[in-house]
């Protein structure tokens, strides 16, 4: 439960004081109670299990206060996560009666986190004249936000995220002099704009519309809402450019404005966000250069920028930012060197830079970079040749550099990495010569990707020492010999199994291991390719123990005999391949859909998908 949910819980005490036993429900606000548990279907840990007609509401029913002297009920509080003498997260199945409309004098009502709550939210809500908190998120409500919401003069939180709802957002809901301060409608299915009315609701402090529909753009009138401290605008269809006004909310410290459509700059009124720590514009069509600006923002932690067309050269201005964790600006077009000033940002951890245009040589000031654990610089025309040893001498945990410009072979230096390096990617460069022996000494790789370059050699036995590794790439090498030093490595429970495997286009041969399937590294395997490989033999039945198999790709491999039955029934498996072999037999009976596309190249194959077999025998594999 973070900051904010345990605020709202503070709030919500303040309302939940014991009545006394002599208040007397209000025999209207008792009906209506009655009439919403009428409604629920199914209430697994009995949270309305004493509400009973002979008992009294305001004393003896859980989740219900009364006001002390009138008898009226002011708070429904039946969440279905709450905190008592144990954490509690139960379920509730049915719907919302429109009958709790009726509670006029209500001013808390949360039926958050029930999970089955369905149906639409009842317009008689906005009868509740006196709300002042309305909690209905994490549940499965369906339909539109109701316009009578915008009756409840009194409102200051509305959390309607995680449903299902549908429809615009109301812009009667944005009214002048609203006390709203935190307003939560994201992961549900609304569309239509963002009103320009939002500019009303100057009091709020979260306003949270994230994973929806919404398109348009960001009005100007967000720049009035100066008491913002979050605004999450991410994953929607919002279009246009950000607007100057934006640098007017001083109080923010996060902003998310990541998937998306905005176009044009990013505008040097950000120079404004003086509070801002925060600040993600990824996967945007965001293009010009990065307003110097942008040094001014003095507090802030974490700077995603990437996937645009921003271009121009690293500014210098963002040396100052000594509080910045973390730089990802891959996916751009940047150009010119890395400045030599980035080894001022002392608190960096992460610096990605990736997919640019950026140019050598490095900086040696990045060494200044002491608390520096990842860092990626692939696909840029670096022009490295050689990985210089200052940077394999900050023992980074994370260290990318595919498509740099590296030469040669591999370095022996980065055994001095063995423990602290826990990713290494080296793909598409110009690496030859054999897989050293000492790889096996790279004891804290978990992720290896040397694809794409002129290896030419078997792998040797000790690579069964990477005990920790669970992602590895080879492909597209000339990497020969057996599988198995590879399929059969050891583990350090529960680390050390395989998530990927990709060895295709290579010149391994002498089949596929038989018991691939119960190799202790391949149990919790998902993606397995080895295409374009002289392996032979036969497609071993023991793939099907592979349960968590999604793509088993082995096409070109040279492989005989027919397809075992069970392998194309692992439950998840959404990609097979084993076309252009020389297998024979009919397809087994199976539920993945496989396009026909998966078997062709096999002119003894046949049965769905591809044409069914004549009338003569064929012998099903059942190895």
């Known amino acids: 439960m973070d900051s904010l949910y345990c605020c709202i819980l503070t709030f919500i005490l303040c309302y939940t004081t014991t009545s006394s036993a002599t208040t007397t429900c209000n025999s209207g606000d008792k009906a209506a109670l009655l009439s919403f548990k009428a409604g629920i279907t199914d209430d ?26 009138t008898g009226r009920v002011v708070n429904l509080s039946r969440p279905g996560l709450y905190s008592g003498s144990d954490i509690t997260d139960t379920s509730m199945s049915g719907t919302i009666s429109p009958a709790l409309g009726s509670l006029t004098a209500l001013r808390v009502l949360d039926l958050s986190d029930l999970k089955q709550l369905s149906g639409e939210i009842p317009p008689s809500l906005g009868r509740l004249s006196n709300l002042t908190v309305l909690l209905l998120y994490s549940n499965n409500l369906t339909g539109p936000i109701p316009q009578t919401l915008s009756n409840l003069k009194h409102l200051q939180r509305l959390f309607l995220d995680s449903n299902h709802l549908s429809g615009e957002i109301p812009s009667s809901l944005f009214t002048s002099f609203s006390p709203m301060t935190d307003l939560t409608l994201y992961q ?33 009138s967000i720049g009035s809402l100066q008491q913002l401290t979050y605004l999450d605008f991410s994953d929607n269809q919002i279009s246009g450019g950000i607007p100057a006004s934006i640098g007017r909310l001083v109080n923010l410290s996060l902003l998310y404005l990541n998937d998306n459509h905005l176009i044009g700059n990013i505008p040097s009124s950000i120079s404004g966000l003086a509070s801002l720590q925060f600040f993600r514009l990824f996967n945007n069509h965001l293009t010009g250069e990065i307003p110097s600006s942008i040094g001014e923002l003095k507090q802030l932690q974490h700077l995603n920028f990437a996937n645009n067309k921003l271009n121009g050269e690293l500014l210098s201005s963002l040396s100052g930012l000594t509080e910045l964790n973390n730089i990802y600006f891959s996916g751009n077009q940047f150009t010119g060197q890395i400045p030599s ?14 997919s640019n245009k950026l140019s050598g040589p490095l900086p040696l000031n990045l060494t200044k970079l002491k608390n520096l654990q990842e860092l990626n610089l692939s696909f840029n025309p670096l022009r490295l040749v050689t990985i210089p040893d200052w940077l394999i001498d900050m023992k980074l945990f994370k260290l990318m550099l595919a498509g740099t410009g590296i030469k040669g072979q591999l370095p022996v230096k980065l055994l001095s990495t063995a423990s602290s390096t826990s990713s290494l990617d080296l793909s598409s460069n110009e ?3 054999e897989l050293p022996h000492w790889i096996g000494e790279m004891s804290g790789l978990s992720f290896l990707n040397l694809s794409n370059n002129g290896f030419h050699s078997r792998i040797p036995e000790e690579f069964k020492n990477l005990t920790l590794l669970m992602d590895l790439d080879l492909h597209s090498n000339a990497f020969s010999g057996e599988l198995r030093p590879v399929l059969a490595k050891s583990t350090s429970d529960p680390l050390g199994h395989y998530n990927s495997l990709d060895l295709s286009c290579n010149q391994f041969t002498g089949g596929i291991d038989e018991d ?26 023991t793939l099907r123990k592979l349960e968590n198999l999604r793509v088993m790709a082995m096409a070109k491999n040279g492989l005989i005999g027919g397809i075992p039955e069970g392998v194309l029934d692992i439950a998840g498996l959404t990609e097979f391949d084993v076309s252009d072999n020389r297998l024979a037999g009919e397809i087994p009976a199976h539920k993945a859909r496989v396009p026909a596309a998966g078997f062709r190249g096999n002119p003894g194959l046949c049965g769905d998908p591809l044409p069914p077999c004549q009338r003569r025998l064929f012998v099903k594999v059942k190895r």
């Open 341 to 354: 000033s980035f080894g001022d940002l002392s608190s960096l951890q992460t610096l990605d830079l990736s």
């Open 431 to 433: 690496l030859t010569g």
């Open 188 to 220: 549900n299915q609304l569309s239509g704009v963002i009103p320009n009315s939002i500019g009303h609701l100057t009091n709020l402090q979260r306003l949270d519309i994230h994973s929806n529909n919404i398109s348009g753009s960001i009005p100007n």
């Open 516 to 541: 691939i399937g119960e190799l202790p590294a391949m149990d919790t395997l998902e993606s397995l390719v080895l295409s374009d490989n002289p392996l032979g033999g036969n497609i071993p039945a």
């Open 44 to 69: 697994p840990s009995g949270l309305l299990s004493n509400w009973n007609s002979n008992t009294n509401c305001c004393s003896d029913w859980a989740g219900v206060t009364c006001d002390f002297t």
